[in-house]
Nanobody, 114 residues
Framework: VQLQASGGGSVQPGGSLTLSCAASGSISSAGTLSWYRQAPGKEREWVANIISDGRTTYADSVKGRFTFSRDSTKNTLYLQMNRLKPEDMAVYYC?????????WGQGTQVTVSS
């Protein structure tokens, strides 16, 4: 399985973006689905998870503003990002853990600037 992230772009503070992560094959058996992000000069940080029982968890920095969802029929993950802040600016990566493998997407750039 390969992951292709898309949907990044440039928005003003307070704006919204929806990221997508399309899998080339089924991810129905994945244990954990995740979004991470990496800002310039910083470590990659976890943003959100969907775990095997369907529960979704978020980093405190995005809780209440971001929504992580999946469309199993399309093997696609989504990250709806609202009320974006300058500190949300980063390259966003999707990640899937399946069959003992950790699979990363290639990243999509999100820029938040006035």
């Amino acid at each position: 399985v390969q992951l292709q992230a898309s949907g990044g772009g440039s928005v003003q503070p307070g704006g919204s973006l929806t990221l997508s992560c399309a899998a080339s094959g089924s991810i129905s058996s994945a244990g954990t689905l995740s979004w991470y992000r990496q800002a310039p000069g910083k470590e990659r940080e976890w943003v959100a998870n969907i775990i095997s029982d369907g529960r979704t968890t978020y980093a405190d920095s995005v809780k209440g503003r971001f929504t992580f969802s999946r469309d199993s029929t399309k093997n696609t993950l989504y990250l709806q990002m609202n009320r974006l802040k300058p500190e949300d600016m980063a390259v966003y990566y999707c990640r899937v853990v399946q069959g003992g493998r950790v699979i990363w997407g290639q990243g999509t750039q999100v820029t938040v600037s006035s």
